[in-house]
């Protein structure tokens, strides 16, 4: 027989945010690092599935980052209606770069990680530091850049330098113009491989695994996560 408080707690649990889904398949990532907690599980409500998401990240500057800190899902019913938001484990660092949502009518249905390997004894572990999730039409969304152009446009800037000079070729002055690419340590650690609901299932939670700011150690910020898939 169930444990009276644990009834209790289910039925206030269903009052506050209506009867929960239950989800049929799990998304792992492929390269998720185990540090830190697991955070709890949190599901859309029946007959909504995740349509818009976006990432709290705490950019590069400080003595200690730590890349990605939280994910938030946004739930849609079929009308498209906003039934609300589910997250899980929160780290205290960065800040949110605002909603990338699928087109109407869609929902997401699959997501990969770029995620930073372990950086040895004397570097700066970051975890997580991007998310992409894929809409149930193809359309695949990135958690910190609007789009694959401002992300290659910002890799250019970052890594080319450009020198002119003037110089005389058979008594006609002219320009040269001078590229050089600057070979940097990409931050970036390496995308896994993509995990997808199978059939019409679509995303409709997360559970998330996040490194608690300390003061004397390399904190990492979210580290792993799981999405869940649920029948239409």
């Keep these: 027989m169930m444990d009276p408080r644990v009834w209790f707690l289910l039925t206030v649990v269903a009052s506050a945010h209506g009867e929960l889904k239950n989800p049929v398949e799990n998304l792992y990532l492929s390269n998720g690092l185990d540090r830190g907690d697991w955070g709890p599980t949190d599901l859309c409500i029946q007959n909504s599935w995740a349509s818009t998401f976006e990432v709290k990240y705490s950019k590069e500057g400080h003595i200690d980052n730590t890349g990605v800190n939280a994910v938030r899902l946004y739930c849609q019913d079929k009308d498209g209606a906003l039934t609300g938001t589910v997250t899980s484990g929160e780290g205290s660092y960065g800040e949110w ?29 970051e975890g997580i530091v991007n998310l992409e999730m894929r809409c149930s039409d193809g359309t695949v969304l990135n958690g910190r850049f609007t789009s694959e152009e401002a992300k290659a446009q910002e890799r250019s800037e970052n890594n080319l330098e450009v020198a002119r000079e003037k110089v005389v070729i058979d008594g006609h002055e002219m320009e040269a113009v001078h590229v050089k690419a600057t070979i940097q340590s990409d931050k970036s650690g390496a995308y896994g491989l993509w995990a997808s609901c199978t059939g019409t299932n679509r995303i409709c939670g997360i559970q998330t695994q996040v490194e608690a700011e300390t003061t004397f150690t390399d904190d990492a910020g979210m580290c792993d996560l799981i999405m869940f898939c649920c029948a239409v």
Aim: hydrophobic letters at 30%.
């Design 97 to 125: 770069e605002g909603i990338r949502a699928c087109k109407s009518g869609q929902y997401m249905v699959g997501m990969r990680a770029d995620v930073m390997p372990y950086q040895g004894t004397f570097g700066d572990d």
